[in-house]
């Protein structure tokens, strides 16, 4: 009986911990500046996009250096369906960001997944920096370095135009971005706990052991880089109407950079880590930038940091601290 | 009937000839033991066999379907499972998640994205069947990387057990863990695999107490080719053979394993 009441305790209370993030994320608008919930509505987008790469990069041990490709092909498929289609529906626009990022990524994936380690990560590098040309030098269709304009949005079909502009993204907008980021995160955990996600587990531990147990390794991983690329396609399509304007320096390598130190800094090997990193980046990196020009290299000491002190990053050193306190008892 | 063969196995490394014109066949019910000093072929026989490697010529057989080279994970799917050398495990793994791949793989259900890997009851289940044959249950919770070597050395084989195989090759199951365990080892594996339907075991072993005991055949490698193939009691005819290829230190000891035999106390499993 007693362990099971302490399995049970213990979910109940991570579960308890969830309810009460969640409602203050919620509330967050009531009680903060506008300024910081602009700021938390872009971690949403961000968060969703983090989720996506830890499936492949903490499941399964494949780490993209192009992850931003897919966040600007949802990016701008909002720019394109708002800007020269006139189709403003949110929905519409999420569900074509997906299709668009699962075609390509079967497409790209079918070739990265033949690698690992730094040839994967170098190969998807790559693909993010043609895209990056193809975006520039295309200007007619993508406005080159200039970019695109994204128009507001509908949401479940109401036109929110009256309102004025802050009001509409801290809350109207913030509340829907909420939502399907909790959606996306509970359809996550339930991939990562299930056949499919303890598979993937074993072909990131030792693929060769994956394989003889008849894990196919290559479709499996095929499978991670599609699903992670419609969730930083996701990602990418909720940020655009948040930043107004997309540019081809949203597919920049350094942005996939940014999309990595986010996953280190939170932790990868833990499911929430990633999220963790997300808030700490993009608040961190708000103050840090107002105190200094040099904010790259505060993070870069940040980044060496981590790795050598606390390659688990904040969630690793949560976790070992609630360890030991649980030691102590 | 013949469950696995092998026709003229040839595998280079360059200009090393691994195997050199391997050629046998094993029945149904057959225990086979492959033996041979260090560098005579057999991990690299394991692996071409298995579909890891391609062998420059020569074809294998698994009932009537050709297998050369058809890879692991294909392999695992028509019924034949290996075991390694060298700890093969995945780390962050606890036991009853490590057999589970195996289980869920096996079932078919690996492409399920959606549903609760601990809520799946047959999943769970059938994993702790395996982990009870090989008293591993009271240990389903511990992540293998904790375990001790012998227990790793367990899992691998176990993992590959939970697959239901027809065949399984095991290379070296023993090594590394004490000789008093080693005749326990090998007596759960046996009647692991009798339970769960296992109909041939092919394995490569050091230990020629272990060879001689459980073995219905015996086929021993020098340098890529076959030198004898013969059921244990027949080795003493080629016992020259033998002898070259295992050095003088094996060569006694086969001879008392041999006495061991004719003095009644070896029991065949």
């Known amino acids: ?329 | 009937m013949v469950i696995l063969s092998a026709s003229d196995l040839r595998k280079y490394y360059g200009e090393f000839c691994a195997l050199d014109g391997v050629s046998f066949k094993i029945n149904e019910g057959e225990f086979v033991s492959i033996i041979g000093p260090n560098g005579a072929g057999k991990t690299t026989l394991i692996n071409v066999l298995t579909g890891l490697l391609t062998p420059n010529t020569g074809k294998v057989f698994y009932k009537d379907k050709e297998i050369t080279g058809i890879g692991p994970e294909k392999l695992s799917k028509l019924g034949v499972a290996r075991s390694f050398q060298l700890v093969n495990i995945f780390p962050n793994f606890t036991v009853l998640e490590f057999l589970m791949v195996a289980v869920v793989s096996r079932l078919g259900k690996g492409t399920n994205f959606y549903s609760s890997l601990l809520r799946d009851q047959k999943v769970t289940s059938e994993a702790l069947e395996v982990a009870m044959l090989f008293g591993l249950v009271g240990k389903r919770d511990v992540l293998t990387k904790n375990l001790p070597q012998g227990d790793k050395k367990m899992l691998d084989v176990a993992s590959a057990f939970a697959l239901h195989p027809e065949v399984i090759l095991l290379d070296e199951p023993t090594s590394g863990v004490s000789t008093s365990d080693k005749n326990k080892i090998m007596e759960t594996l046996v009647s692991a695999s009798k339970k769960i339907g296992i109909k041939s075991i092919i394995q490569v072993e050091h230990d020629m107490d272990i060879v001689f005991s459980f073995s219905d055949r015996i086929i021993a490698l020098h340098q890529g080719k076959i030198l004898s193939d013969s059921a244990p009691g027949e080795i003493e005819k080629n016992e020259e053979v033998v002898c070259t290829v295992l050095g003088q230190k094996e060569c006694f000891k086969i001879f008392s394993a041999l006495m061991h035999e004719h003095t009644g106390k070896g029991g065949k499993a």
Request: glycine content about 10%.
């Open chain 1, 1 to 329: 009986m007693k362990p099971w009441q302490e399995i049970l305790s213990l979910k109940s209370t991570k579960v308890l911990i969830l309810i009460v993030v969640g409602l203050l994320f919620l509330g967050l608008p009531l009680f903060a500046s506008q300024y910081v919930s602009y700021l938390m509505l872009t971690f949403f987008a961000y968060a969703v996009m983090v989720l996506g790469l830890n499936l492949l990069f903490g499941y399964t041990g494949l780490l993209s250096f192009g992850h931003a490709f897919f966040m600007a092909i949802g990016a701008y498929t909002a720019a394109f369906l708002t800007g020269k289609f006139s189709i403003l529906y949110m929905e519409v626009i999420l569900v074509v960001a997906v299709i668009i990022s699962s075609i390509l990524a079967a497409l790209i994936g079918a070739i990265c997944v033949r690698y690992i380690k730094i040839y994967f990560a170098m190969l998807t590098l790559a693909f993010g920096m043609l895209f990056y040309t193809f975006l520039l030098k295309f200007y007619y269709l993508t406005g080159g370095d200039e970019g695109m304009r994204v128009l507001r949005p509908y949401l479940l079909g109401f036109n929110l135009s009256e309102i004025p502009k802050m009001q509409y993204l801290t809350r109207s907008y913030y509340i829907y971005t909420l939502v399907i980021l909790a959606i996306l995160t509970f359809v996550m955990w339930k991939i990562v706990s299930s056949p499919f996600g303890l598979c993937l587990k074993a072909i990131r531990d030792n693929p060769e052991k994956a394989e003889y147990l008849g894990v196919s390794v290559k479709r499996y991983r095929w499978y991670a880089f599609i699903i992670s690329g419609a969730y930083a396609a996701i990602g990418g399509a909720l940020l655009a109407p948040a930043i107004g304007q997309v540019d081809p320096g949203l597919t920049y390598w350094t942005h996939s950079g940014t999309l990595v130190f986010m996953t280190l800094l939170g932790g990868f090997e833990n499911f929430f880590g990633p999220l963790i990193g997300g808030v700490v980046y993009i608040f961190l990196q708000d103050k840090v930038m107002s105190l200094t020009t040099y904010w790259r290299f505060i993070f870069g000491a940040i980044l060496a940091f981590l790795v050598i002190v606390a390659p688990g990053g904040i969630a690793g050193v949560i976790s070992s601290l609630v360890k030991k306190e649980k030691g102590g008892e």
